[in-house]
């Protein structure tokens, strides 16, 4: 199965049941389980606190790092290294 993502790319959210997380771009640290739907789970690192639930205690709580599926993300691609901008403006 080919994934979206892969550690240490930049992801922009796509889905989410978080109003507001959508379009948020997080930082992908590593894939860490294999959910009972077989979604690929990720850990990812968020730009700002956002909501979700624990595991264990089933309640709500703001998180700087969580686990979304791989199919709720999609890659960012940088900047290239080198581009066709000249350096100098000519007159």
Not at 66 to 82: E, N, Q
């Amino acid at each position: 199965m080919k994934l979206n993502c892969k550690p240490g790319d930049l992801a922009i959210v796509v889905r989410s049941d978080v109003n507001g997380d959508i379009g948020t771009i997080v930082e992908v640290l590593h894939r860490s389980f294999v959910d009972d739907d077989g979604d690929h789970q990720w850990l990812t690192k968020w730009p700002r606190p956002t909501r979700a639930f624990g595991h264990h205690s089933g309640r709500e709580m703001l998180v700087v790092e969580t686990f979304i599926p791989d199919a709720w993300l999609r890659p960012v691609s940088g900047l290239p290294i080198t581009d066709d901008i000249k350096d100098e403006v000519t007159a």
